[in-house]
T-cell receptor, first 109, second 117 residues
Framework: GENVEQHPSTLSVQEGDSAVIKCTYSDSASNYFPWYKQELGKRPQLIID?????GEKKDQRIAVTLNKTAKHFSLHITETQPEDSAVYFC????????FGAGTTVTVRA | GAVVSQHPSWVICKSGTSVKIECRSLDFQATTMFWYRQFPKQSLMLMAT?????????EQGVEKDKFLINHASLTLSTLTVTSAHPEDSSFYIC?????????????FGDGTRLSIL
């Protein structure tokens, strides 16, 4: 099965700075890589996703890059704001989603 | 669009009780739904894949007789925790996708916080 590793486990950034979270996956058959944001006690919310035929995707302050050869993908958040503070999960899909362990992002005002 | 509703949001009950959790896709049909369990400060652990009209597929280590899944229609899946004990206390979340096949976005319900006394 798929194994997804996520780093770092915690990330503290100053408001306005960028945050980068990296994930690696093991199954070369995976072709879909979503990122979820989860606030305390709430549902995971899909914030961006990328498919294996695309190397980069951007949505306002959020971008995701994918390197299929190296089997890693990253989430980039620019101009961070306090409301970006949450737990972020990467996932890889080979039909079922396999989640990373999560990154707790804290944006300091 | 792609709204998933989960009910109840919070359950507190005595040990030995069975608890049913409902997951509904409100504005789309879902052939497949997924049930996850999440412990505090941990990731989502897939418990089972719920397939409409057929038996659920359980992940390794998940007791199918303990966690009964029924997917009777294209918009409703239920998870029943039978004879619940304190160790079953957790956050249970379902998800569903409006598409079919691989690589479809999954949308999550609000989750059910289950506390067994």
């Amino acid at each position: 099965g798929e194994n997804v590793e996520q780093h770092p486990s915690t990330l503290s950034v100053q408001e306005g700075d960028s945050a980068v979270i990296k994930c690696t996956y093991s199954d070369s058959a995976s072709n879909y890589f979503p990122w979820y944001k989860q606030e305390l006690g709430k549902r995971p919310q899909l914030i961006i996703d990328i498919r294996s035929n695309v190397g980069e995707k951007k949505d306002q302050r959020i971008a995701v890059t994918l390197n299929k050869t190296a089997k890693h993908f990253s989430l980039h958040i620019t101009e961070t704001q306090p409301e970006d503070s949450a737990v972020y999960f990467c996932a890889a899909n080979d039909y079922k989603l396999s989640f990373g362990a999560g990154t707790t992002v804290t944006v300091r005002a | 669009g792609a709204v998933v509703s989960q009910h109840p949001s919070w359950v507190i009950c005595k040990s030995g009780t069975s608890v049913k959790i409902e997951c509904r896709s409100l504005d789309f049909q879902a052939t497949t739904m997924f049930w996850y369990r999440q412990f505090p400060k941990q990731s989502l652990m897939l418990m089972a894949t719920s397939n409409e009209g057929s038996k659920a597929t359980y992940e390794q280590g998940v007791e199918k007789d303990k966690f009964l899944i029924n997917h009777a229609s294209l918009t409703l899946s239920t998870l029943t925790v039978t004879s619940a004990h304190p160790e079953d206390s957790s956050f249970y979340i379902c998800s569903a996708s409006p598409g079919t096949g691989e690589g479809q976005p999954q949308h999550f319900g609000d989750g059910t916080r289950l506390s067994i006394l």
